[in-house]
């Protein structure tokens, strides 16, 4: 071969060999940087396998150390983790279907309801015969369930009514003996002092406010229980807005106030005339007491008015989903003293009085009445108040079919 031509084969040889020998070099710097990067990804990825075993440590943990069930269901509604105290009661049947474990209709729907996204109200059910509320909340890719056995409570609330309704039966015989015993002594005893009978009155009235505490707590003990008969019908609003007024009208007379029935008289609901006219009453009568001048007027809102309030009552964590379509909304408005802002949630409870009651008489009751027979119809009761310038009282009725 030509000297000239091996040189030529040679440089070129060398040439190839320079250039894969760069090549290689790009590869090994282009592997070297990919390794270091899959190094670094590595580590990443074991960091965050590290906290979320510590995470799901935590959680578990957390879970663990809660008293009731909790019980973790996936969008079939299988479950797919659950707690000691869920294992205890028999439930926890991972990769079973929630009705197969817990063999609950109410249970399994509310599940359903809280991963549909629909309202996740507590419900009751009852399991190896003791009752159960449950609580369910939607979380991505299925609903975590929160139980609480409620039997002890029940209990418990079953002798409170009962020992109420006892005391309450015991007491109204000789409170109304004392109460006769009373008024013949007031009528036939000629020769008392002004004094005896201020004393004389002053023992009438409290053997009246003590008679009124016993039918009171008698009407909500019926109406927890719910034995208290409702007798649902179409009735007019105006007419029993207008019989509450008549029967409180000389307490307002005395008081110097005027009451004013808004409600219009074609307006018509369906609920039961005698237990509305009982809450009608109670609001009337509070109204009258702490208003020292102006008006008490009753109303019933416009569809637009009462749309609003029930945007409200639909936000409220504790909600229900009314509508105009639904209910009418009944209002009760003095121009009196109001309620502290921080006092209002605290009103519909049972004995709670506000600072401006005292002295005021009342058992404490009314209020408490009130709710619940509202929350018999399927409905609320709420208030809103300005000190200084008065409180109304709202609260639905079901409307005419």
């Not at 020769?191 to 009235?205: S, V």
């Not at 307490?251 to 009451?259: F, I, P, S, T």
């Not at 409600?263 to 018509?268: A, F």
Request: glycine share 6%; with cysteine.
């Amino acid at each position: 071969m030509d000297t000239a031509l091996m040189i030529g084969v040679i440089a070129v040889s060398f040439l190839v060999v320079i250039i894969l020998l760069v090549r290689l070099r790009r590869t090994l710097d282009e592997v070297t940087r990919l390794d270091t990067e899959m190094r670094q990804t590595r580590r990443q990825l074991e960091a965050t396998a590290d906290e979320l075993k510590q995470c799901r440590a935590v959680k578990d943990a957390l879970v663990e150390t809660v008293f009731d069930p909790v019980v973790f269901v996936d969008d079939d509604r299988r479950i797919v983790a659950c707690n000691n105290a869920a294992n205890r009661i028999g439930i926890c049947k991972v990769g079973h279907s929630l009705i197969e474990a817990a063999r609950s209709y109410e249970l399994d729907n509310l599940a359903g309801d809280a991963i549909a996204g629909r309202a996740e109200l507590p419900r009751e059910f009852a399991l190896h015969n003791r009752l159960f509320r449950a609580q369910a909340t939607r979380f991505d890719g299925g609903a975590v369930l929160v139980l609480r056995d409620v039997s002890e409570l029940q209990r418990l609330g079953r002798a409170r009514r009962d020992f109420v309704a006892n005391i309450s039966h015991e007491l109204r015989t000789p409170l109304t003996a004392m109460s006769l015993l009373l008024d013949t002594f007031r009528a036939e005893s000629a020769n008392i002092t002004p004094a005896q009978q201020r004393l004389l009155g002053q023992m009438q009235d409290q053997t009246e406010s003590l008679t009124q505490l016993v039918q009171e707590l008698s009407e909500l003990t019926q109406i927890e229980s719910g034995q208290m008969p409702m007798r649902m019908v179409r009735a007019s609003l105006h007419e029993v807005v207008s019989t509450a007024m008549t029967r409180l009208m000389p307490q307002a007379e005395r008081a110097g106030l005027r009451m004013v029935n808004a409600v219009p008289e074609e307006l018509r609901g369906l609920f039961d005339p005698d237990q509305i006219r009982r809450v009608l009453s109670n609001l009337l009568h509070n109204a009258i007491k702490f208003t020292p001048q102006g008006s008490v007027t009753a109303f019933v809102l416009t569809d637009e008015e009462a749309d609003k309030q029930l945007q409200k009552l639909r936000a409220d964590p504790n909600g229900i989903d009314l509508t105009t379509e639904d209910v009418l909304i009944v209002g009760v408005r003095d121009t009196g003293v109001g309620i502290p802002r921080e006092e209002l949630p605290r009103i519909f409870e049972r004995f709670y009085k506000v600072d401006r009651a005292r002295g005021q008489g009342g058992t404490g009751l009314g209020l408490a009445i009130a709710k619940h027979i509202v929350e018999a119809h399927g409905g609320r009761i709420w208030a809103e108040s300005t000190l200084g310038k008065g409180t109304t009282f709202y609260f639905t009725v079901p409307r005419e079919d």
